[in-house]
Each structure stands twice: as structure tokens, then as C-alpha cells.
């Protein structure tokens, strides 16, 4: 799961708490919470984790990534 750092995916759902999504990374579901409120359709970066659940931080859309 470390080498998920730094990957960039994209909000697939809303979680039950604004924070908490479903966010689509390198073909799998993953569940991730942010800071900020995120929108399916978003672009997310991992910068963290919890266990199974990554932290993700929105991507800028003049940003490239994976």
C-alpha cells in the first residue's frame, strides 16, 4: 500500500460522512477520507493512509498525473 503515495484516482462516490469517498486508484475501489469535500468526478492524490482507508487530497484539473 505505500507505493500508493503519490498516485492520482478519481472520486467514483460519496461516503456516509462528506469527508468519506469511493475513489477509483490503479483499477481498484478504495475507500478514502479528505479534508475537504470531494464530488464524484474528482481527481484525488494519495498522501496518506489508515489502515486500508487512504488519505487523498484534490488535484488541480492543470495537473498531470499517473
Known amino acids: 500500500l505505500d507505493d500508493m503515495l503519490g498516485s492520482i484516482g478519481q ?10 469517498v469511493w475513489a ?6 478504495w475507500h478514502a477520507v479528505s479534508e475537504v469535500p470531494l464530488k464524484p468526478g474528482e481527481r484525488v492524490r494519495v ?5 486500508l482507508v487512504l488519505k487523498v487530497i ?3 484539473d492543470d495537473l498531470k498525473g499517473e
Do not use: C, F, N
Open 11 to 20: 472520486v467514483e462516490a460519496k461516503g456516509d460522512d462528506p469527508r468519506e
Open 24 to 29: 477509483s486508484l490503479r483499477g481498484e475501489r
Open 47 to 51: 498522501v496518506g493512509r489508515a489502515g
Open 58 to 60: 484534490p488535484v488541480p
